[in-house]
């Protein structure tokens, strides 16, 4: 018997090794998360945080307003007759995420909703955030509510 044969792997088990492994790779590359991720997500955080504001004009008993812009959003309080930026961490300017584009209803650069004392909005908003080919809506109603859509 020859000794060369007993030891190593032959160029077929290799090649065989090599392959299983390349399409383990590109099955965890393909199933991994987006380091941004989904604008779903996004959606939802900014549904939430804009309910946030809406309980808080009601438990302060203080207009409170949700600005948004193709950028990012953000909340000002009504106190000694102007608006003031809140600095409350869940109601901070957030910026919208790397590649997220922001459509307004209404197609202007920057839309105000003012949630009343009793937490009714001013006027019904209409946002669609855009990523990748990806897309989700956000509705807030007039009676302060927001709800996320596909």
Do not use: C
């Not at 090794?17 to 099955?27: E, K, Q």
């Not at 197609?107 to 909703?113: A, E, I, K, T, Y």
């Amino acid at each position: 018997m020859n000794r060369s044969a007993e030891h190593g792997f032959t160029l077929v088990e290799l090649m065989v090794t090599i392959t299983v492994i390349a399409l383990s790779a590109a099955v965890v590359v393909w199933v991994m998360p987006d380091p941004q991720g989904r604008v779903a997500d996004e959606a939802a955080r900014f549904a939430t945080r804009a309910q946030a504001a809406h309980d808080q004009a009601i438990v302060t008993s203080r207009p409170v307003s949700l600005w948004v812009t193709p950028g990012g959003y953000g909340f000002d309080e009504r106190t000694g007759g102007r608006w003031v930026p809140m600095a409350a961490k869940p109601l901070r300017i957030e910026r919208w995420k790397e590649g997220t584009r922001a459509v307004l209803g209404d197609d202007s650069g920057r839309v105000r909703v003012i949630f009343d004392t009793t937490g009714l909005a001013d006027r019904p908003l209409d946002l669609r955030l855009q990523r990748r080919g990806a897309q989700a809506s956000v509705r807030i109603e007039a009676d302060g509510t927001a709800r996320v859509g596909a």
